[in-house]
């Protein structure tokens, strides 16, 4: 039978849906509370986080629960469970496998197991260095505590949203469909046979990043021509993002949008286009949401609002997003006085875009300020 719900706290699909049935069973929730359990389950959230953060269950309990299926002990990583041999341990297997060190007697080693299905792995592990595994089971809650996720500056899902936008524009891609895959997030055009060019990667996206990214992209793709769906499958989320716009000919040097969008995605968090023509202007406002309230500077934003200098209150607003750190692209005129001081003298980078005219036509001109 397939899973009911993503494959991401046990790797045996079936231990959630045992607890389930028990929680059922033994009258510890009612049926009404275990449907709404069930939906948070297929959004993506952990057993413990449906079941024990939502109350109905207590930590105890629900260890109880596990410890009966796995035929187990229940051990509470509390203040002081930490052993002092971690170092028989590798790093990254603790990781991997989600363990930590309870206790060591002689050659015998106590390891909670956060999943124990994973108990084999580790005993053939330590075997060949001559220790033997007596298992128990651990909270992934309380194991997160001791071992929090490693967190990259560079990355973030942004990034990630916006290479992929980039990339589907520049190979004029309409459907595409990003979802779980086991440990892995795969990333496919919705044609047969048909898959993203393998130079696009993201190795950090990972499951368990996909209910973040799927609203991330909800929030900010719609104002960049996409449609964004969400859909549970087998293996987990999967989220479709459809073209509603069609892609622009290059008609005008600014309908090269993945070099703007590269340059939106950069150091400079201010990027301030001078003596835009009506026809820049309203390519911009199709791609990038306009500011029209001071929320826009108060929220984190991760994408670039514009914000028109014509207007004394926008020129307060993207001064205050600039000054929270918010990416702002503002509109100006170089026949106007120089409002956008405040930035420079903020020690904040800025890229100045003119235009130049020239007999031939209009080009752009990209320098820092």
């Known amino acids: 039978m397939s899973p009911a719900f993503p494959i991401t706290s046990f790797s045996d699909a079936t231990v959630v849906e045992r ?7 033994e009258a510890r929730v009612s049926t009404r509370a275990l449907e709404k359990a069930r939906s948070l389950l297929r959004h993506g959230l952990h057993p413990e986080q449906a079941l024990i953060g939502t109350g109905l269950l207590t930590p105890e309990a629900y260890g109880e629960i596990l410890s009966r299926i796995f035929d187990l002990p229940f051990v509470r ?12 341990l590798d790093a990254e297997m603790i990781r991997a496998q989600r363990i930590h060190l309870l206790e060591r007697d002689g050659r015998s080693l106590q390891i909670g197991f956060v999943d124990p299905c994973a108990w084999h792995v580790v005993e053939g592990e330590l075997a060949t260095q001559g220790f033997h595994v007596a298992p128990a089971v ?35 891609m309409h459907h595409l469909q990003v979802f779980a895959h086991g440990s892995e997030v795969k990333i496919h055009a919705d044609a047969p046979g048909q898959r993203l ?15 973040a990214f799927a609203l991330y992209l909800s929030r900010e793709a719609p104002a960049r021509g996409w449609q964004v769906t969400s859909t549970m499958t087998t293996h987990g989320q999967a989220i479709h993002l459809t073209r509603k716009q069609p892609f622009a000919a290059a008609t005008h040097p600014f309908d090269w949008m993945q070099t703007f969008t590269s340059i939106a995605g950069g150091t400079h968090r201010f990027i301030l286009i001078l003596d835009a023509d009506p026809y ?4 911009l406002l199709e791609r990038f949401p306009h500011a029209v309230s001071p929320e826009h500077w108060r929220r984190a934003a991760q ?24 990416p702002v692209i503002a509109l100006a005129s170089s026949a106007h006085e120089e409002w956008w001081k405040p930035v420079v003298e903020a020690h904040l980078p800025i890229q100045r875009i003119s ?9 752009w001109e990209a320098c820092p300020l």
């Not at 514009?306 to 750190?325: F, K, M, P, T, V």
């Not at 235009?355 to 080009?363: F, I, K, L, T, Y």
């Open 303 to 326: 994408t670039p609002h514009i914000y028109d200098g014509s207007q004394e209150e926008e020129r307060e607003w993207a001064w205050q997003a600039a000054l929270q750190g918010q």
């Open 77 to 88: 990583l509390m203040d002081g469970r930490r052993s002092g041999d971690r170092h028989l």
């Open 19 to 25: 607890v389930l049935e028990m929680c059922r069973d």
């Open 138 to 172: 651990i909270l992934w809650s309380e194991w997160r505590r001791w071992y929090p996720p490693r967190v990259e500056a560079s990355f973030s899902i942004a990034d990630v949203a916006r290479a992929l936008e980039t990339y589907a524009e520049h190979h004029a």
């Open 197 to 211: 060019h393998p130079v696009f990667e993201a190795p950090r996206l990972t499951p368990a990043l996909l209910p």
């Open 355 to 363: 235009a130049q005219r020239h007999p031939e036509g209009v080009a």
């Open 280 to 283: 820049v202007r309203a390519r």
